[in-house]
């Protein structure tokens, strides 16, 4: 079975500042999908960025990147110049490629983002 | 506006009673999963239906019930068996395959014991 891990249960950054979140998974499959979701206070479920497993480029969208290594199965997720709305809980989640497969996710990280 | 509506948003149950939780989609997706999250923890997956009339047990089934009559609805039901059900339970259905495959999910429900 495909496992998720999120060894942080809580981190800080000072707005404006550059913070890493981490992840590593556990899989026997070559094909699959990573997400990094955002839970603001609000518990509104957000995607915040997507990598697929057989591309090797890091995804990125605007002030979020990911640094995807797929031999040693970590997926981290670094978010620049921090804002006070980037204030969550942000989860890692895992997928195989398949059709209609679910979704497995990790403890999260609570991010506080000090101004 | 296209997206999941999860009603309603705030649900308090009683000793032995079943309550049901709707959700309901408008964006074509085949595929439907119900989460439960607990407090400060991640999500499980309680029930998830790929088609119409067939769906599958998650990870944490006892306890809960589904359906799947219509494309657009899959309810979820918290059955008495359901002994520690006070969660926030999170609805959400996907693109299909060979697109952008991603998860959407709706605003959540609070369930609480009287």
């Known amino acids: 079975a495909q496992t998720v891990t999120q060894s942080q249960p809580e981190m800080s950054v000072q707005e404006a500042e550059t913070v890493t979140l981490s992840c590593t998974y556990d899989?026997?499959?070559?094909?699959?999908?990573l997400f990094w979701y955002k839970q603001p206070p609000s518990r509104q479920m957000i995607l915040v960025i997507r990598?697929?497993?057989?591309?090797?480029q890091n995804a990125t969208e605007n002030r979020f990147s990911v640094n995807f290594q797929k031999a040693a199965k970590s997926f981290s997720l670094k978010i620049s110049d921090s804002q006070l709305g980037d204030a969550a809980m942000y989860f890692c989640?895992?997928?195989?490629?398949?059709?209609?497969?679910?979704?497995?996710f990790g403890e999260g990280t609570q991010l506080t983002v000090n101004p | 506006d296209g997206g999941i509506t999860q009603s309603p948003k705030y649900l308090f149950r009683k000793e032995g009673q079943n309550v049901t939780l709707s959700c309901e989609q408008n964006?074509?997706?085949?595929?439907m999963y119900w989460y439960r999250q607990d407090p400060g923890q991640g999500l499980r997956l309680i029930y998830y239906?790929?088609?119409?009339?067939?769906?599958q047990k998650g990870d944490i089934a006892e306890g809960y019930s589904v359906s799947r009559e219509k494309k657009e609805s899959f309810p979820l039901t918290v059955t008495s068996a359901q002994k520690n059900p006070t969660a926030f339970y999170l609805c959400?259905?996907?693109?299909?395959?060979?697109?952008?495959?991603?998860?959407?999910f709706g605003a959540g429900t609070r369930l609480s014991v009287l």
């Open positions: 959400a259905s996907n693109t299909p395959s060979g697109t952008l495959n991603i998860q959407y």
């Open positions: 899989t026997s499959e070559s094909d699959y999908y």
């Open positions: 964006l074509n997706h085949d595929a």
């Open positions: 990598q697929e497993a057989y591309k090797q």
């Open positions: 989640a895992y997928r195989r490629r398949t059709s209609g497969s679910r979704l497995t």
């Open positions: 239906s790929q088609i119409v009339n067939d769906f």
